[in-house]
């Protein structure tokens, strides 16, 4: 709740007359005029005292914090560049705001893989223990609570989230609210709040329209109409030329903050990439090829059928409900088949014994005996193959290692086996995966942090966990999405490091992994690049469905337009950037 005091009788606004009551309007108008000026002239972070021996605050946030509770006090738009620590400067921010008594009721909206993130360093940094939501009364029976947008957004959780009174809105990863026909827009427009701050690395992904998007959804009408906009600021219909930019770039200091790298004086750590191409023994190979044939000859049966399928059914105006709901059951069978399959390749190759347990799962569901007879040969092959190429050459890399090293890997089949051969090894090891509770997952992190070398996780551990007490990073396996590498990577490299970090990454030869890491990877320089970049790269993709399904089509059919549209995308995202230096930067934009 806010907390107006006034100073004096000459504060009332002079066109109210002292006879009249305020119409319910101008009462609500009048409380939020007084409350932009609620904390004018902070000079002290009250709430400091309860996190600064827990964290190192960098001058740049607390500078930000100031500003935002000095001049912006209930709207703003937090966009420093990656790695500056945005969600620490909310979190000051959040502290203050309850400290002082100026908000009680705190939402968090952020992606899904972000949610327990936001949730262990407010609890760990900051003593705010949120509550991630699970269900529509968490809402009203929580005064702090995080949710994932997607979640937040359905129609179950919609009508409570918006009829809650919050006294602070934080919207992380803010840049996904720049189309204002989507759900999420239309979800964060509607939610009833006194305060929001937007949190954003990347607040221009494809052209300046967006920004404007995003700015009139956290201060309606600040930056006009979009016409208004336009004609003022826009000089090309792509949004990607400015005029007037001096009083483009006063304006949006009123609202939004950014910082850049070069700015902080802080020094990034390197990262030292070592990428070994491994071969498989004869034995090894012959499996994967065959293994590899059978999924490729399922895919293009399932395309085949597809394809038949929308030759029959191009006209759809015609068929009733019955019909219409059997069609749909198809695609969504033809759906799940080539989910399957793209699992059953990535399980295959992050290890053949994950493999093998993979095609003994996918046999199970198959009802033609001659595909079951196939499956049933495939996987009985796989059981008789010795050794590991990938666990040989890890255990000589762990050998050489007295530091604590992090190994990832997609699959909790491949970690678990990992886990038994680096202990028979005389290995200290801690698992962390998505299948523990949240007290077991603190329990491992805790163990990590003392006399444990090794940590083995699977891509849970790259959500919502800072690990920079480590600095050397082992990928097992390849995650087919971009984002999910850059996610692993960013848990080490991060502010707090105070080593370079080291990223192995293992991958056989001959197959889809060294076919990503050489034909798609290597051409954007994935492991260099932040994730703000990355995002902003995948923004320009205009492949259809996801990453995962345009790389196993790519792979199956050997075509190169993935690998086409992931450079052009990256050459796109490169122009963005430099838009984004003429736009923000005021000593190097002219």
Not at 371 to 379: F, N, S
Request: proline share 2%.
């Amino acid at each position: 709740m806010v907390k107006i005091r006034l100073k004096n009788k000459d504060s009332i606004p002079a066109s109210l007359p002292k006879t009249e009551l305020a119409s319910p309007e101008s009462f609500s108008m009048g409380l939020i005029a007084h409350s932009i000026t609620a904390l004018d002239n902070v000079g002290e972070l009250l709430g400091r005292n309860s996190y600064a021996g827990k964290i190192e605050i960098l001058e740049h946030q607390t500078r930000t914090a100031l500003h935002v509770l000095n001049n912006f006090s209930h709207r703003a738009l937090l966009a420093d560049e990656v790695g500056l620590g945005k969600t620490i400067e909310a979190g000051i921010i959040i502290k203050e705001y309850i400290v002082r008594k100026l908000a009680k009721k705190v939402l968090v909206l952020t992606p899904a893989t972000l949610k327990y993130q936001w949730q262990e360093e407010m609890r760990s940094k900051f003593e705010l223990d949120f509550k991630v939501a699970d269900d529509p009364s968490d809402y009203d029976d929580f005064d702090l609570v995080i949710a994932s947008i997607d979640t937040a957004k359905t129609k179950r959780h919609a009508p409570t989230v918006q009829s809650v009174k919050w006294d602070l809105l934080i919207i992380d990863e803010a840049h996904k609210l720049k189309n204002s026909s989507t759900q999420n827009y239309k979800l964060v427009k509607g939610i009833d709040k006194d305060r929001c701050l937007m949190l954003t690395a990347t607040p221009l992904q494809n052209n300046i329209f967006e920004l404007w998007a995003l700015l009139d959804l956290l201060h309606p009408g600040f930056l006009g109409s979009k016409t208004h906009f336009q004609e003022h600021f826009i000089a090309d219909d792509q949004g990607l030329k400015i005029r007037n930019r001096d009083l483009l770039q006063d304006k949006l200091g009123k609202i939004m903050i950014r910082n850049l790298r070069k700015d902080t004086g802080i020094k990034f750590p390197d990262r030292k990439v070592h990428t070994k191409m491994l071969d498989y023994s004869q034995e090894e190979m012959e499996f994967y090829r065959d293994a590899i044939a059978y999924i490729k000859n399922r895919y293009m049966e399932v395309h085949q059928q597809q394809s038949e399928s929308q030759d029959d059914t191009k006209d759809t105006e015609d068929m009733d409900q019955a019909d219409l709901k059997k069609m749909a059951e198809q695609y969504k069978e033809k759906g799940l088949l080539t989910f399957a399959l793209i699992m059953l390749t990535r399980q295959i190759t992050s290890s053949i014994k994950t493999g093998v347990a993979a095609l003994e799962r996918y046999k199970e569901a198959i009802d033609d005996p001659t595909q079951k007879k196939l499956v049933e040969d495939l996987a009985n092959r796989g059981k008789f193959i010795s050794g590991d190429r990938k666990l040989d050459y890890l255990l000589k890399l762990l050998k050489k290692e007295k530091d604590k090293v992090i190994i990832f890997t997609t699959f909790v089949h491949t970690q678990k086996m990992i886990e038994l051969e680096l202990q028979l090894n005389g290995f200290s090891t801690v698992l962390f995966n998505g299948k523990m509770n949240p007290e077991e997952k603190e329990a491992a992190i805790e163990q990590f942090k003392g006399d444990k070398q090794i940590l083995i996780c699977t891509d849970a551990g790259s959500e919502g966990r800072n690990l920079q007490f480590a600095h050397i990073l082992i990928n097992f396996d390849l995650p087919w999405n971009p984002m999910r590498i850059e996610q692993r990577i960013g848990r080490v490299h991060r502010i707090g490091q105070k080593k370079d970090v080291v990223i192995h990454n293992l991958a056989i030869k001959d197959t889809v992994e060294a076919y990503i890491l050489n034909r798609l990877y290597e051409k954007i320089n994935l492991f260099r690049i932040s994730i703000g970049e990355m995002d902003m790269i995948l923004s320009q993709l205009k492949t259809k469905g996801t990453t995962e399904n345009a790389i196993f089509d790519a792979y199956i059919n050997d075509n190169e337009e993935f690998a086409k549209d992931l450079e052009t995308a990256a050459k796109k995202a490169e122009d963005i950037k430099e838009f984004d230096t003429i736009v923000f930067d005021k000593k190097n934009g002219q």
